[in-house]
């Protein structure tokens, strides 16, 4: 499984765009980025999955360079309700390969 | 998305109590089950890995004695705390995979928070 790496913690005003970065340099070709969600005294939530270029859905984008070394998730507009941990993983899974989480980054939207 | 519950949410027991929490996939049958722990302000760590019908798979670490893993059923996978100590407080999240989804998405429950006194 590819090493993960993203900022510890990030602060965002409501209304502003967010984007946190995750740095995957040994990703291999097989490997999906996938990004997930975790309030406090929650399990995670899946919110996108890319392999390349770009994904976008209701609820954020992500931005994949043509290296795949690293992705970029981006939350617009983001409100009071999008405090949360948010956990880049880098994998193929499948079957009996379950999610391993890194450290996640700690977001916090201030009014 | 598929639905995974667990039981109880929240509880609390005496040093010395087992204590047994159920993961269930509520709308679709997987065969494969995980089971994470969260410590505060820490990321999920991986526990062990339940298969249906089969002896479940711990990581190191991880006493198979002490958390007993039980996936009797397609939508049904128990976990019991043996002999739990304060040491054992935490917030463990279960998570199940529905194998005839080709996206192979991983779902969680919502966690039960396990305070040993």
């Known amino acids: 499984l590819a090493k993960t790496t993203q900022p510890i913690s990030m602060d965002s005003y409501e209304g502003q765009e967010v984007n946190i970065t995750c740095s995957h340099n040994?990703?291999?070709?097989?490997?999906?980025i996938t990004w997930y969600q975790q309030f406090p005294s929650q399990g995670p939530r899946f919110i996108i999955q890319g392999y390349k270029t770009k994904v976008t859905n209701e609820v954020a984008s992500l931005f994949i360079p043509a290296d795949r070394k690293s992705s970029t998730l981006s939350l617009p507009r983001v409100s009071l309700s999008d405090t949360a941990v948010y956990y880049c993983l880098v994998g193929f899974y499948s079957g009996n390969t379950p999610l391993v989480f890194g450290k996640g980054t700690r977001l916090s939207v201030i009014a | 998305g598929a639905v995974v519950s667990q039981h109880p949410s929240r509880v609390i027991c005496k040093s010395g109590t087992s204590v047994k929490i159920e993961c269930r996939s509520l709308d679709f049958q997987a065969t494969t089950m995980f089971w994470y722990r969260q410590f505060p302000k820490q990321s999920l760590m991986l526990m062990a890995t339940?298969?249906?019908?089969?002896?479940?798979?711990?990581e190191q670490g991880v006493e198979k004695d002490k958390f007993l893993i039980n996936h009797a059923s397609l939508t049904l996978s128990t976990l019991t705390v043996t002999s739990a100590h304060p040491e054992d407080s935490s917030f463990y999240i279960c998570s199940a995979r529905d194998t005839s989804d080709p996206y192979n998405e991983q779902f969680f429950g919502p966690g039960t928070r396990l305070t040993v006194l």
């Open positions: 339940s298969n249906e019908g089969s002896k479940a798979t711990y």
């Open positions: 040994n990703i291999a070709t097989n490997d999906y």
